[in-house]
T-cell receptor, first 114, second 114 residues
């Protein structure tokens, strides 16, 4: 069972570079989210999607873009990387059955921006 | 704005002891989630608490929810080294559950020493 797959696992960027973090899920979940995790900060929601073609901003969306063209994929784009975007990024998917929103997380992408 | 506060943020305890982690949240919610994260790993769902007075138990871990006090607890009984991890509580942003992500506490870093 693949679940939620994130690539790459590690990435080093220079300030100003752009890149896309990939996320794919094979559970046919409607909902997908991106979080970033910083030391001592817990997880903070960047963007989320309730279905193909529908996305919305979370708590910390600045500097990131998302799109959702298929149910399976939810890529996160860094437009012009900044050192403040050094973090661990987690993608999650869920299906809200009976109002229960258990999120299943990928293994994470560890990003350093120099 | 929904806020989720955990305490303590760091806990070092001996094997065989009991302890409780507390999770307070700032708005009414009837859904509370507990996750576990091992170092360098992703998040794993532990418990979902769906109503006032809900109690869930798995091995040496027991979670409870008091929606009137806006408080959840994660109790550890007779701790063993394998329970060393970071524990997060999270709350649905939307009353009654929804797809717009979870708000996480900062996490409790638990170290259990022999």
């Amino acid at each position: 069972n693949a679940g939620v797959t994130q690539t790459p696992k590690f990435q080093v960027l220079k300030t100003g570079q752009s890149m896309t973090l990939q996320c794919a899920q094979d559970m046919n979940h409607e909902y997908m989210s991106w979080y970033r995790q910083d030391p001592g900060m817990g997880l903070r929601l960047i963007h989320y999607s309730v279905g193909a073609g529908i996305t919305d901003q979370g708590e910390v969306p600045n500097g990131y873009n998302v799109s959702r063209s298929t149910t399976e994929d939810f890529p996160l784009r860094l437009l012009s990387a900044a050192p403040s975007q050094t973090s661990v990024y987690f993608c999650a998917s869920s299906t809200v059955g009976g109002g229960v929103n258990i999120q299943y997380f990928g293994a994470g992408t560890r990003l350093s921006v120099l | 704005e929904l806020k989720v506060e955990q305490n303590p943020l760091f806990l070092s305890m001996q094997e065989g002891k009991n302890y409780t982690i507390y999770c307070n949240y700032s708005t009414t919610s009837d859904r509370l989630y507990w996750y576990r994260q091992d170092p360098g790993k992703s998040l794993e769902s532990l418990f979902v608490l769906l109503s006032n007075g809900a109690v869930k138990q798995e091995g040496r871990l027991m979670a409870s929810l008091d929606t009137k006090a806006r408080l959840s607890t994660l109790h550890i009984t007779a701790a063993v080294h394998d329970l060393s991890a970071t524990y997060f509580c999270a709350v649905d942003k939307t009353w009654g559950g929804g797809a717009d992500g979870l708000t996480f506490g900062k996490g409790t870093h638990l170290i259990i020493q022999p």
